[in-house]
C-alpha cells in the first residue's frame, strides 16, 4: 500500500493500475508545515511501469477541493532514486502527487520510495536573522567607514582651523607687541 512508501524497503512499494479513470494520486502528510524545495522518488519493482510525468501539489489542509502547484515534472526510466527540484519553495504540510504518465507497459505501475526535503517555518526564519544579521553588520562597516573618513576630514579640518587660530593668535601678540612700544 501507500504505507510503503515512507520505508526504506525496497521489497515494499505502492502499486495501482496503469490505466485509472480517476487518474493516479498520492497523499503524503508531512511531518511537519515545511518549505518543500525537492521530491526525491524511487521505482524498484521490475515487472511493472513506473512514473514519468508527474505533477506535485502541497496544501496546509487535508482533505480539501484546493492544492496548490509546485512543479511538474518528467522522471527518467530508471530503477534509482530520482531527485527533483522546484523552482521556489514552498510552504506545505500536505502534499499531493498526481502520476500523469507511465513508463512501460505493464499493467501495474508501482513507486517504491518518496521523499520530501524541505525547512522548516524556525529553520527558514533563523536563515532570514542570519541574512539580516549580515546585512545589518555590512551596513554598520559601511557607516563605520564613512564616520572614519569623516573623523579625517574632521581631523584636518580642525587642524587647519587650530594653524589658523595660530597664525592669528601670532599676529596678534605680535601685533600687540608693536603697539606697546609705541
Known amino acids: 500500500g501507500a504505507g510503503a512508501l515512507l520505508k526504506n524497503d525496497k521489497d515494499k512499494y505502492w502499486i495501482s493500475p496503469c490505466k485509472v479513470e ?9 511531518n ?3 518549505y518543500v524545495h525537492t521530491i526525491v522518488l524511487g521505482s524498484f519493482e521490475y515487472y511493472s511501469s513506473t512514473v514519468s510525468a508527474f505533477q506535485v501539489l502541497g496544501q496546509m489542509s487535508y482533505p480539501t477541493d484546493h ?7 518528467q522522471a527518467s526510466s530508471s530503477r534509482k532514486m530520482q531527485e527533483f527540484k522546484l ?18 507497459n505493464e499493467f501495474y505501475c508501482t513507486l517504491s520510495s518518496v521523499k520530501v526535503y ?14 539580516n544579521e549580515e546585512y545589518v553588520e555590512a551596513a554598520k562597516r559601511r557607516l563605520d567607514g564613512a564616520g572614519e573618513s ?15 587660530n595660530e597664525t592669528a593668535l601670532h ?9 606697546s612700544s609705541s
Not at 524541505?118 to 541574512?131: K, L, S
Request: hydrophobic share 30%; charged share 30%; aromatic share 6%.
Open 87 to 104: 523552482k521556489t519553495k514552498k510552504l506545505a504540510k500536505y502534499i499531493k502527487l498526481r502520476l500523469l504518465s507511465h513508463h512501460g
Open 150 to 164: 569623516k573623523s579625517k576630514e574632521e581631523a584636518e579640518e580642525s587642524t587647519a582651523a587650530g594653524k589658523q
Open 171 to 179: 599676529s596678534t601678540q605680535h601685533h600687540s607687541s608693536s603697539s
Open 32 to 34: 511537519d508545515v515545511v
Open 22 to 30: 480517476k487518474g493516479k494520486w498520492i497523499v503524503v502528510e508531512l
Open 118 to 131: 524541505g525547512t522548516t517555518q524556525w529553520e527558514e526564519m533563523g536563515r532570514m536573522i542570519d541574512e
Open 67 to 73: 492544492w496548490n502547484v509546485l512543479g511538474h515534472f
